[in-house]
C-alpha cells in the first residue's frame, strides 16, 4: 500500500469541501481498500465519509423511499420500511457478499463504483431511482455509463438514492460461487408506467432489456419471458461463462424474479 494522508469530517459541508479539491472519497472501502492493498491504485489523499452522519439513514418520503449514501447493505436488508414498501430491495441487500462485506458496504459506495456484476446498480436503474448528489440529481437511466463509469463529476458526492415505490418488485441472482458477485442479476419492477427490468453481471455495465420490458409490460408473468429474444452478441464471455450462458440465465433470472415479486 502507498502512503497517502486520510481526512475524516464530520459534517457533510466539510466532506464536500474536501472532495471539491480533489481528494478521492473512501465510503464502505470494499473496492478501494483491496486496490490500495495491492497497490492498483495510488491516491494522494483520501476523504473517509464514514463519520458524516448526514449521509446515513432511511426514510419513507410520500410515495419513495430516500437512503443515505453510507447507509450500510445490512442495515438496507434489516429495515423495517424497505422489507414492508420494497422487499426486493431487502433481498437484494441481504444477498450481497457475506456479513463483513455487508456490515461494511454503503450504497453509495457500491453505485459510485459501478462494478459491472454488482447487484445495487440493478435495483437503481430497475426501479426508476433518483441519486442525489451534493450537486444535483440525476435519473437512473443518465446516471449508469459503462464500466465503471458514471455521471458524477470530479469531486461530486452522492449523499442519497430516493427509490419510486413499485406495485411489485424482485431481484434474482445467480451467483459466482468465488466472489458472489452474479454472474447474472436480474431486478423487475412493476410501476405505474409499465414494467422495467435491469441486467447486472453480463454486460460491461448494467443495462435495461426493452423486449423483455414489453413482454412484461403487457403480462407480467413468467411465462410472458419465454419467447423473449435474449440477444448474446453484446454479452461478456469469460471463464466463468459464455455469452450464450448468459442469454440463458438473463431468461431464467427474469422468469424467477417475476415469480417471487407475484409472491
Known amino acids: 500500500m502507498y502512503a497517502f ?47 458524516v452522519a448526514e449521509l446515513r439513514g432511511i426514510r419513507r418520503e410520500g410515495n419513495s423511499l430516500v437512503i443515505g449514501a453510507m447507509t450500510r447493505h445490512e442495515d438496507v436488508a434489516m429495515n423495517a420500511d424497505v422489507k414492508a414498501a420494497i422487499p426486493g430491495l431487502a433481498a437484494l441487500a441481504g444477498g450481497i457478499g457475506d456479513r463483513q462485506v455487508r456490515a ?47 455521471a458524477l463529476d470530479s469531486g461530486e458526492l452522492i449523499t442519497a438514492i430516493r427509490f419510486p415505490i413499485p406495485k411489485k418488485a424482485a431481484y434474482a441472482k445467480f451467483r459466482q460461487p468465488a466472489s458472489r458477485f452474479a454472474l447474472v442479476g436480474v431486478f423487475v419492477a412493476l410501476t405505474d408506467s409499465g414494467a422495467r427490468v435491469a441486467i447486472t453481471g453480463a454486460g460491461n455495465g448494467v443495462f435495461r432489456h426493452a423486449g423483455l420490458e414489453a413482454a412484461l409490460g403487457k403480462s407480467f ?16 464471455a469469460d471463464l466463468h461463462a459464455s455469452a450464450e450462458y448468459r442469454a440463458q440465465l438473463i431468461r431464467v433470472q427474469t422468469q424467477r424474479a417475476v415469480a417471487m415479486a407475484n409472491g
Do not use: H, W
Open 5 to 51: 494522508t486520510l481526512e475524516q469530517p464530520k459534517t457533510l459541508a466539510d466532506a464536500k469541501r474536501i472532495a471539491a479539491s480533489g481528494v478521492q472519497a473512501l465510503a464502505g472501502g470494499q473496492t478501494l481498500i483491496a486496490s490500495l492493498k495491492q497497490r492498483l491504485a495510488q491516491p494522494g489523499a483520501l476523504v473517509d465519509l464514514g463519520g
Open 104 to 150: 461494511m458496504g454503503t450504497l453509495g459506495g457500491s453505485v459510485a463504483n459501478n462494478d459491472p456484476a454488482a447487484c445495487y446498480p440493478s435495483a437503481v436503474l430497475g426501479l426508476g431511482a433518483t441519486v442525489v448528489t451534493d450537486r444535483r440529481e440525476i435519473q437512473a437511466d443518465d446516471f449508469f455509463q459503462g464500466l465503471y463509469a458514471t
Open 221 to 236: 408473468t413468467p411465462e410472458a419471458v419465454q419467447g423473449v429474444a435474449i440477444d448474446a452478441g453484446s454479452l461478456n
